[in-house]
Structures are given as C-alpha cells and as structure tokens.
C-alpha cells in the first residue's frame, strides 16, 4: 500500500493579519519565516481594503499560474517564481517523503501555479507518484499542463468525468465513451480517471447526476456503469470512498477484475 497526501502549496492563510504568517518549520530541511515577499504581488493584499495595514505588503514575483483562474482569492497566492518559495516548497516536499513517509502528493489547485514546479519537487523530495488537480474539462488544455510538468505527473482526468460520464453513461450516450478525454489523446499514462471527488460530489451539476443525485438507488446502474468504465480501461482509477462504502460488493469485484487482469 502507498499513501498519498493532499498537499496545498498554491496558497497560505495568514495567522493575526492578511501579512502575519506561521514560521514554516521543517526540521532537518530548513525554516521558514513566511512574509510578504513570499506572496504574489497580484494578490488582493495589495488592493483590498480589508488587508487593512497589510495593503501593499505582497511584493513577489507576479502569479505565474494559468489565465484568469490563476489567482486564488479566499487566502494569498505563494510566489513560485522566487527562489526562497521554491526552496520552502521543496523541504517541505521532502520533509513529507522522508519524515512523514507519505509516498506521494496529489497538487491542490493547480491552476494557481506553473506545471514546471509540480516536476522540481516531485524530483528533489524522490515522490513515488503525484496527481495534479488541474480542473479542466478539454483535453488539450489538461495534455498542455503535463507537458508543463514535463511528464512528471499525472493528473486527474476531468475530460473524461465530464463528457464520457457525466454526459455520457449518465445520459446513456454512449459515443461519447469512445476514446474518450487524456485516452484519445494519446496520455493515458498520465490519467488519473474517476467519477466523482470530494470536489465534485455535491456540488452543483459537477457531481454524476447532477447536485446530490449519484447516490440516488435511480442511477445505480449508471454509477456502476461508470465505475466499471474507469475499472476496465487505461490509466489509473481513482474510487470515490462513498461509492465504493455503498455498493462494495460490486465495486470491489470490477477492482478484483482488474488486477487479475494485469
């Protein structure tokens, strides 16, 4: 068995003030005294009026994450681009690896910073296998952001949870289940495939069926569909805990299947 942690490194809450941060302390690899030339200098400390004496304090680097979805706005954006937010990062990568004895990460928020860094750190901490949250639901743009890691990450398929699940099977349309998401584009390899997350599920029409519905006895049989969708193709299929808790008997058959297969 290998344990992966959920790491967020995107961005950092303030301990008294929007400026006033916790010392990052991770023994052996370094400490960190978290001020405000770690945060970006885009963020809203710098022009919200409730930063209050804060305001203008953020003096990174600019945000170097993807497009308009780049900012995360309910706490302040870590500065990827300078090189003492770099270094924190990577002691703290490696702090989990080997202090921890996690196995690997999966990347919260992965619109917030480049691709590139996912690779630096999965390589100085000597991570096992990393996933990268990059919520997107066109293909291309989820191939661009693995090129980015330069192939040194997988990252969760949601081309493949949107349109061949969601719209698919959930639908009973079934041609959008051919070749579907990171599959037909060749990356496979790099898929994390699943039906719903902690994310997904219960929120609005993301989750399969729609807001509070992929528990209902009415899809059963197209949530199980799905999951034997996911169980029986390329990649790496992630199981929602709530899907397998209620219908194991059949869930853990399709995994049975699965490694017998190979």
């Known amino acids: 068995a290998k344990v992966i942690a959920d790491i967020v490194i995107n961005h ?3 301990k008294s003030s929007w400026c006033s941060f916790y010392e990052q302390d991770f023994g052996e690899y370094g400490k960190f005294q978290v001020d405000g030339s770690y945060i970006c200098r885009g963020d809203e400390m710098n022009t919200d009026p409730s930063a209050g004496s804060c ?10 994450g993807y497009a308009g979805e780049a900012n995360y706005g309910a706490a302040r954006d870590l500065a990827h681009d300078s090189e003492v937010v770099r270094e924190m990062c990577r002691a703290y990568t490696k ?20 691709m590139s860094h996912v690779s630096d750190y999965n390589t100085y901490s000597g991570a096992k296998f990393s996933v990268m949250e990059y919520w997107d639901g066109n293909a291309d743009n989820l191939c661009e952001r693995i090129a980015d890691a330069y192939e040194n990450s997988l990252a969760f398929d949601f081309s493949l949870k949107y349109n061949a699940l969601n719209d698919g099977i959930c639908a009973y349309n079934y041609s959008k289940c051919k070749a579907p998401g990171l599959l037909g584009k ?25 807001q509070g519905n992929s528990m209902s006895s009415t899809l059963k049989d197209r949530l199980l569909q799905a999951n034997a969708f996911i169980l029986s193709m390329p990649g790496v299929p992630c199981v929602y805990y709530p899907h397998c808790k209620k219908y194991g008997t059949e869930i853990k058959a399709m995994i049975t299947a699965r490694k017998m297969a190979g």
């Open 186 to 210: 060749g990356k496979s390899k790099w898929a994390v495939t699943f039906v719903d997350n902690h994310d997904t599920h219960d929120r609005s029409d993301s989750e399969f069926g729609g």
């Open 55 to 64: 305001k203008n304090h953020a003096t990174g680097p600019n945000d170097d």
């Open 12 to 14: 950092i809450d303030g």
């Open 95 to 114: 702090w989990m690896i080997n202090e921890m004895q996690y196995d690997g990460f999966r990347y919260d928020y992965c619109k917030g910073y480049h």
